[in-house]
Structures are given as structure tokens and as C-alpha cells.
């Protein structure tokens, strides 16, 4: 007879930096309500949702590809400005005089 599969579960919580929520699988649950996770051993989380593993799996996964595109979009404006910048202030150069 075999042994029955354990479901495991994958928890979000609140987070300072964009997407201003993270993720983890759950390791473990106190009896507070706060959860222990892969990768933050040690560290209580009081989790926003809890979900299904292959669930949570999906939406960290779309949450990490909406972190990326957002860096890629800072990025692209910060070049654009820098440009802007050197325009008006052709002058300007770094300590070892490269130009900005």
C-alpha cells in the first residue's frame, strides 16, 4: 500500500520592494498564523495567501517576469534621461573624465 502524497502549499506576503509582495514553498506553519518558507529559514512571515504549490509556482512566476519588464522599463527611461542630460550639459564628465 502506498504512502499518500503530502500536498504542499506556497505562500505570499508583504514585501517593501516591487512587486511588493513575495513567495516561497512553506515549510512550516506556527500556531500564530506565521509561516516558515524555503530560502528564509528562520525568518516568521505573516502570509497575504496561501495557495497550492504548483499554483504559487505560477504566479511567482508571472510576478517575477512583471519585476523584470518594469526593470527593463527604468532601464530604457534612465538611458533616455541620461541622454537628455548630456545634451544640456555637454560639459559634464565622470572622475575619469568619460564622458557621462
Given at each position: ?70 526593470e527593463h ?27 557621462c
Amino acid at each position: 500500500m502506498s504512502k499518500p502524497t503530502r500536498q504542499r502549499f506556497y505562500c505570499f506576503w508583504r514585501s517593501d520592494e516591487f512587486p511588493f509582495v513575495e513567495g516561497a514553498p512553506l515549510l512550516h506553519m506556527h500556531e500564530r498564523g506565521q509561516v516558515e518558507c524555503e530560502g528564509y529559514a528562520g525568518f516568521l512571515q505573516h502570509p497575504l495567501k496561501i495557495v497550492v504549490l504548483a499554483e504559487g509556482r505560477r504566479l511567482h512566476a508571472q510576478l517575477k517576469s512583471l519585476k523584470c519588464q518594469r526593470e527593463h522599463q527604468l532601464n530604457e527611461i534612465d538611458v533616455k534621461y541620461a541622454g537628455l542630460v548630456a545634451d544640456v550639459t555637454p560639459w559634464r564628465t565622470t572622475l575619469d573624465g568619460a564622458p557621462c
